[in-house]
């Protein structure tokens, strides 16, 4: 019974042995190394006229191809999608520095997004909200909100956006999304607000 289990042995280890040979480096001009492994019966999709080398394909780890972004994890975050897509979501509120009402670029993207929603839908039309925080009198609080959603609006038109479907009102220092008084909260009710509908 021992000779048996032995001479089973012997023939797994040479069968094993004759079923593939050791993979060969393989240079084409121009592309990172490959790894062919021979194992009989396998093309290795190489059309340089060589009847050898047949066997599977198998690019390094850390070959050009992964740093193309197929199959590469930089600049993913967790997320797989990110690779295929790159997906902004805005808010329909535009911040403001203390007394100004000038769009930054980062507000001028969200506008401008907003913008072509209104443009894909010919039946949206705008209500810009312009809002400040509690400092300043009431009077210079509604005309600086004033000037904030105008500003907006504005931009909407020169996205292509047309005038009577935007609506402007301010309601000055009047709706605090934050009622405290320090800067955390004044920076949130510098503010023009977007309701689309």
Known sequence: MFQLKKIFAVVAVASLGACSSPPDYIERSGEPDV????????????????EGGSG???LPLNSGAQSSGYGSTENMDGDP???FQEVEMFEPIIYFE?????????????????????LNNERLT??????????GTPEYNLALGERR??????????????????EVISYGEEMPVDAESNEAA?????RAELEIR
């Open 35 to 50: 790894i062919v492994d021979t194992a009989p019966g396998v093309h290795d999709g190489l059309d340089d006229g060589s």
């Open 56 to 58: 599977v394909e198998v």
């Open 81 to 83: 999608m990110k690779n």
């Open 98 to 118: 203390l007394d100004q009402y000038e769009l930054t670029d980062q507000n001028t993207k969200v506008v401008k997004h907003f913008a072509q929603e209104m």
């Open 126 to 135: 705008v209500k810009i909200k312009g809002h400040t925080d509690e400092r």
């Open 149 to 166: 959603a105008k500003s907006v609006a504005e931009a909407m038109m020169l996205f292509g956006v047309a005038e009577p479907r935007i």
């Open 186 to 190: 004044w920076q949130k009710n510098r």
